[in-house]
């Protein structure tokens, strides 16, 4: 299985550290976010990634490379301006699923999470075209995203077992998912997504481990102070 670590936001709430440097770049305990993710994926097997980037993107080159001082091979999907999660997906699907049918890992590039990446399935279903890794409800998004009843996602809760929970950024996905979106169009994922869910096609688990959406100063200098105080750095 391929991944793709998406990198290419614009990163307006962690201004103004993000003036000059690009999201990923933003340092957990010493080590870049982006960083964090390629040896988490590199530990479960994963090593072929693909990252794609937009504003500040040669930064992220010049950091990275090639990926071989991390173990792993890295691709660069370019955008001259960020096509949104699933168009810039959909730009990167000859890098991340050659044949058009083997389905990829894909993880936000601003997130921090210990999740252990091997526990996602290497296949998904034929009648499934994603599967979502899901945690519990943060305080800036209360309401959660999508409705977990078993292993399946669905659209609203049909029994007291069901919980609303958040969406991680985390997924496993169909190139099929993609088919009515050309490359370099721009797209959300969340529409992509819902479809999905109505007709029956996204399978989900609960992830209960240390997850934080690194979407502001104050909640990376909080994950920065956890990570340090944990590893004991």
């Given at each position: 299985?391929r991944?793709m670590?998406l990198?290419a936001?614009?990163g307006t709430r962690?201004?103004?550290l993000?003036?000059?440097?690009?999201?990923?770049l933003?340092?957990?305990?010493g080590r870049?976010m982006?960083?964090h993710?390629?040896?988490?994926?590199?530990a479960?097997?994963?090593?072929?990634?693909v990252?794609n980037h937009?504003w500040l993107?040669?930064?992220?080159?010049n950091h990275?490379?090639?990926g071989?001082?991390?173990?792993?091979?890295i691709?660069?999907?370019?955008e001259?301006?960020p096509?949104?999660?699933?168009g810039g997906?959909?730009?990167?699907l000859?890098?991340?699923?050659?044949?058009?049918e083997?389905?990829?890992?894909v993880?936000?590039?601003?997130?921090y999470?210990?999740?252990?990446?091997?526990?996602?399935?290497?296949?998904l279903s034929?009648?499934?075209?994603a599967?979502l890794?899901?945690?519990?409800?943060p305080?800036?998004n209360?309401?959660?995203?999508?409705v977990?009843q078993?292993?399946?996602?669905?659209t609203?809760?049909m029994?007291t077992?069901?919980?609303q929970?958040?969406?991680?950024?985390i997924s496993?996905?169909?190139?099929?998912?993609f088919?009515?979106?050309?490359?370099?169009e721009?797209a959300?994922?969340?529409?992509?997504?819902?479809?999905?869910?109505?007709?029956?096609?996204?399978?989900?688990e609960r992830?209960?481990?240390y997850?934080?959406?690194?979407g502001t100063?104050?909640?990376l200098?909080e994950?920065?102070k956890?990570?340090?105080?944990?590893h004991g750095?």
């Open positions: 299985m991944a670590i990198a936001g614009l962690m201004r103004p993000t003036l000059e440097t690009p999201k990923p933003l340092k957990i305990a870049s982006i960083e993710h390629i040896l988490r994926l590199r479960a097997g994963i090593t072929e990634l990252i937009a993107g040669e930064q992220i080159e990275l490379g090639d071989d001082r991390l173990g792993v091979s691709s660069y999907s370019a001259p301006e096509l949104e999660t699933a997906i959909a730009k990167a000859p890098l991340l699923s050659p044949d058009q083997t389905p990829f890992l993880v936000n590039g601003d997130i999470c210990e999740y252990s990446f091997e526990q996602l399935p290497a296949q034929e009648n499934t075209v599967h890794l899901l945690v519990d409800n305080e800036h209360p309401d959660g995203d999508f977990l078993g292993q399946e996602i669905v609203k809760k029994d077992s069901a919980s929970l958040t969406f991680s950024g496993v996905l169909s190139p099929r998912l088919a009515g979106i050309q490359a370099g721009k959300p994922l969340a529409p992509l997504l819902r479809q999905a869910i109505a007709d029956g096609q996204v399978t989900g992830y209960c481990g997850w934080v959406d690194v100063p104050q909640r200098a994950v920065d956890a990570v340090r105080t944990q750095i």
